[in-house]
């Protein structure tokens, strides 16, 4: 799932530039706001992978270490 998730946020990026590009080069006319209108899909689709990228490492970490923290302590030997 996260694979997948970098994979289209990765792909993403490159398309993005491709439709920001045509944005800008055809603005004022109807094929650009056909272009701005899937330029912003691509914004809430790069928003959502985005969060997903940022949080879900972060929530693996805290868990570990709950799990850690749950664990019973081992004997030291000194
Ligand atoms: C709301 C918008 C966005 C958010 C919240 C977001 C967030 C993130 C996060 C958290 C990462 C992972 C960084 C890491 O691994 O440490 C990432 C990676 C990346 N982002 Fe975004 N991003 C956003 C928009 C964009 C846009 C607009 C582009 C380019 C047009 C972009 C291109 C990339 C690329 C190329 C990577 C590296 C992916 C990989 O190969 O692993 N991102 N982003």
Redesign the pocket.
């Known amino acids: 799932m996260s694979k997948t998730l970098?994979l289209i946020?990765?792909w993403?990026?490159p398309v993005?530039?491709i439709v920001m590009i045509a944005v800008i080069s055809t603005q004022g006319s109807d094929v650009g706001l056909i272009l701005q209108r899937i330029q912003q899909g691509m914004?809430l689709i790069?928003?959502l992978?985005?969060?997903y990228?940022?949080a879900y490492p972060l929530w693996v970490k805290s868990r570990r270490a709950k799990q850690r923290g749950a664990a019973p302590r081992q004997a030291r030997s000194n």
């Open positions: 970098r946020h990765r993403l990026a993005f530039i914004v790069f928003a992978t985005g969060l990228l940022f």
